[in-house]
């Protein structure tokens, strides 16, 4: 009867620790995502926990210091501005440049400034076709459909 007690403490220690992995992991990885206009609001409730904040590349804010990158990101129906810094260790996106909207998942400082460690970015315009064009007709070389007899 000693060896079946031992035996279920031991099965219940071991799944109470991996509950608990569980758990904390899923709280460490959770992400939310925020307007700028949300953050400003919310700054105390935010500060140091892990959001997303979007908003586009102001023009002419992009600044490189060594590994960091200093830009802002602003939302245009209110007028407003986050300094956000990249310290992460990837390259930035191809698409990242003036105007692009991006995505910054990181963790607002004291100080005010966003740090993020990883950056998404696209530019709409570049997909899109011009207004008042048609899109880009089928290649040449693309498949045709077999002809039958």
């Not at 290649?139 to 007899?149: D, G, Q």
Request: hydrophobic share 40%; aromatic share 6%; net charge positive.
């Amino acid at each position: 009867m000693k060896t079946y007690l031992r035996f279920g403490v031991l099965v219940v220690a071991i799944v109470g620790t991996l509950a608990w992995l569980a758990a904390s992991g899923i709280n460490e990885s959770k992400t939310y995502y925020k307007t700028i206009s949300e953050v400003k609001e919310m700054q105390s409730a935010v500060m140091g926990k892990r959001i997303r904040v979007t908003g586009d590349v102001l023009p002419g804010s992009i600044k490189r210091e060594g590994e960091h990158v200093h830009f802002k990101i602003h939302e245009k129906e209110r007028n407003l501005q986050l300094d956000v810094v990249y310290i992460g260790k990837d390259p930035l996106p191809d698409t990242f440049r003036d105007n692009a909207q991006a995505m910054a998942d990181g963790k607002m400082l004291q100080d005010g400034s966003f740090h993020a460690s990883a950056i998404a970015a696209k530019c709409p315009s570049k997909y899109e076709a011009a207004p008042g064009k048609q899109p880009a007709a089928q290649p040449l070389n693309a498949a045709k459909p077999a002809a039958t007899s």
